[in-house]
Nanobody, 121 residues
Framework: QVQLVESGGGLVQAGGSLRLSCAAS?????MGWFRQAPGKEREFVAA????????NYADSVKGRFAISRDTAKRTVYLQMNSLKLEDTAVYYC?????????????????WGQGTQVTVSS
């Protein structure tokens, strides 16, 4: 059973930064971050492969967010800079055992419980 535990969410002012962490019970395949705002569908944010660290990002966060992984700690991070009001959402960590990443939530079999990120003006 794959376990994912997110941490690092909170309240931040617009323009500020937060770093999310996802502790995983695996270090193969790929990891993704998704988010869901109230009344909206879950959307892709960023993904990374455990092997090689290949990344991809949603256009809305490119240049502001950075995903990384620490294989020794089996932890994936999402560094979020220049946060905007529209980044407010519950952020979910997800994992898939397939080597390459995906921006489709249906391709991820394992999910964390989510962590709230609230950006205020």
């Amino acid at each position: 059973q794959v376990q994912l535990v997110e941490s690092g969410g909170g309240l931040v002012q617009a323009g500020g930064s937060l770093r999310l962490s996802c502790a995983a019970s695996l270090r193969s395949g790929a990891m993704g971050w998704f988010r869901q705002a109230p009344g909206k569908e879950r959307e892709f944010v960023a993904a990374i492969t455990w092997s090689g660290g290949t990344t991809n990002y949603a256009d809305s966060v490119k240049g502001r967010f950075a995903i990384s992984r620490d294989t020794a700690k089996r932890t994936v991070y999402l560094q979020m800079n220049s946060l905007k009001l529209e980044d407010t959402a519950v952020y979910y960590c997800a994992a898939r055992k397939v080597t390459f990443s995906s921006n489709n939530s249906a391709d991820y079999a394992y999910w964390g419980q989510g962590t709230q990120v609230t950006v205020s003006s």
